[in-house]
Nanobody, 129 residues
């Protein structure tokens, strides 16, 4: 059974940092695309970052470029999202997702689409003073 379990969400002050983790079962991370999405209160879910099969593509939304970094530890089957210089607009539930069908991040017009095969339940990040 495929499971993606996120952790690391917390309340943090503006300018602070957090590292989210996503533990993945069943799949070998090199063979799949892994991504992070977020949903702010009252807004649609948006793509934040994605790493395609064999890390050929590394995508970041414009709003997080230079502040967020996606990485993975194949030995631990865990994907990370390092988030620095957080601001209140980064508040939301962060979801880890995986695409096994073709291992690609679907990016159209500079936007990461929600075209993933498996999803975690999310972890809450709140940025507030």
């Amino acid at each position: 059974q495929v499971q993606l379990v996120e952790s690391g969400g917390d309340l943090v002050q503006p300018g602070g940092s957090l590292r989210l983790s996503c533990e993945v079962s069943v799949f070998t991370l090199d063979l799949v695309a892994v991504g992070w999405f977020r949903q702010a209160p009252g807004k649609e879910r948006e793509g934040v970052s994605c790493l395609s099969r064999y890390s050929r593509t590394e995508y970041y939304a414009d709003s997080v470029k230079g502040r967020f970094t996606i990485s993975k530890n194949n030995a631990k089957n865990t994907v990370y999202l390092q988030m620095n210089n957080l601001n209140p607009e980064d508040t939301g539930v962060y979801y880890c997702a995986l695409k096994s069908s073709d291992g690609d991040c679907v990016i159209v017009g500079g936007t990461l689409y929600n075209d993933m095969d498996f999803w975690g339940k999310g972890t809450l990040v709140t940025v507030s003073a």
